[in-house]
Nanobody, 125 residues
Framework: VQLQASGGGLVQAGGSLRLSCAAS????????VAWFRQAPGKEREYVASVFRSGGRTYYADSVKGRFAISRDNAKNTVYLQMNSLKPEDTAVYYCAADPSVIFSSQAMAAQYDYWGQGTLVTVSS
């Protein structure tokens, strides 16, 4: 599967953005799809994921209640709606996919074989 992330940009604190992760080559519903982010000088961190069966969603504590991950099977795309953005949300956001990720390891970047190119989100204070 090939992944194409888009939708990043510059937004003021408190604003919203929606990121898109368009998949090609395979059906995205066959994969666990996650969003990770990496701020300058920091390690890549897990943000959210949506599972292949039933589409159950999970979130990092830092974004719970503000971000929402969703999947549109018809468009073969996964979205990350980001609301109430904070300056500390500034990072390059990556989408990742893998057909074999299990619940206990979904937050581990090394478990994902397929990655998009990243899209930059900058939140100004």
């Amino acid at each position: 599967v090939q992944l194409q992330a888009s939708g990043g940009g510059l937004v003021q604190a408190g604003g919203s953005l929606r990121l898109s992760c368009a998949a090609s080559g395979r059906t995205v519903s066959s994969y666990v799809v996650a969003w990770f982010r990496q701020a300058p000088g920091k390690e890549r961190e897990y943000v959210a994921s949506v599972f292949r069966s039933g589409g159950r969603t999970y979130y990092a504590d830092s974004v719970k209640g503000r971000f929402a991950i969703s999947r549109d099977n018809a468009k073969n795309t996964v979205y990350l709606q980001m609301n109430s953005l904070k300056p500390e949300d500034t990072a390059v956001y990556y989408c990742a996919a893998d057909p074999s990720v299990i619940f206990s390891s979904q937050a581990m970047a090394a478990q994902y074989d397929y990655w998009g190119q990243g899209t930059l989100v900058t939140v100004s204070s």
